[in-house]
T-cell receptor, first 110, second 115 residues
Framework: QQPVQSPQAVILREGEDAVINCSSS?????VHWYRQKHGEAPVFLMI?????EQKGHDKISASFNEKKQQSSLYLTASQLSYSGTYFC???????????FGKGTKLTVNP | NAGVMQNPRHLVRRRGQEARLRCSPM?????VYWYRQLPEEGLKFMVY????????ESGMPKERFSAEFPKEGPSILRIQQVVRGDSAAYFC?????????????FGQGTRLTVV
């Protein structure tokens, strides 16, 4: 039931773009995206709902393809503060159980 | 409005002792999740609780681990007879009802070290 994230790690220079993918073998009703910095708690970025629109704020946005059971997180013009590990969480089959992928470690260098 | 509070932040236990981890959800939140995270790894689901009710404990080891969320007071994750492999960061998250499609807020975690 755990969603699969790719890639496992990304290294960028400041200003470059990145895409992080999340896919599931189960029907998805929603996808949650979180970012966790080393030694800190995960912080909520956004939630995408079935039948909803693409979401975004600032230079971070996400899409949700219900048919393919996939979501993608887009980071444009990356900043140093974007560094961290990004997790997607899903509620497979609307089960109310929020299950996370293994994470994608993003490093943004000057 | 205080966020999700976990205590202690750091806990050291000798092998064979008991560990009690506490999680006070945000005000108005009646649902709590517990996750375990090993260094450089993901968030592994353990248990999902509503007040006075365990909804899903499919991620909990069958032995030594238990969780509760009483009508009054914090949620407790209890680990009996700890072993070195229990060393990890334990995070709880809370959300308002209904749970599906709502944001979960995380606490700062409890780092458990078993020596």
């Amino acid at each position: 039931q755990q969603p699969v994230q790719s890639p496992q790690a990304v290294i960028l220079r400041e200003g470059e773009d990145a895409v992080i993918n999340c896919s599931s073998s189960k029907a998805l009703y929603s996808v949650h995206w979180y970012r966790q910095k080393h030694g800190e708690a995960p912080v909520f970025l956004m939630i995408l709902l079935k039948g909803g629109e693409q979401k975004g704020h600032d230079k971070i946005s996400a899409s949700f393809n219900e048919k393919k059971q996939q979501s993608s997180l887009y980071l444009t013009a990356s900043q140093l503060s974007y560094s961290g590990t990004y997790f997607c969480g899903t509620e497979p089959g609307g089960s109310e159980k929020l299950v996370f992928g293994k994470g994608t470690k993003l490093t943004v260098n000057p | 409005n205080a966020g999700v509070m976990q205590n202690p932040r750091h806990l050291v236990r000798r092998r064979g002792q008991e560990a009690r981890l506490r999680c006070s959800p945000m005000k108005g939140h009646s649902h709590v999740y517990w996750y375990r995270q090993l260094p450089e790894e993901g968030l592994k689901f353990m248990v999902y609780l509503q007040k006075e009710n365990i909804i899903d404990e499919s991620g909990m080891p069958k032995e030594r681990f238990s969780a509760e969320f009483p009508k009054e007071g914090p949620s407790i994750l209890r680990i009996q007879q700890v072993v070195r492999g229990d060393s990890a960061a334990y995070f709880c998250a809370s959300s308002p009802p209904p749970r599906v499609n709502t944001e979960a807020f995380f606490g700062q975690g409890t780092r458990l070290t078993v020596v």
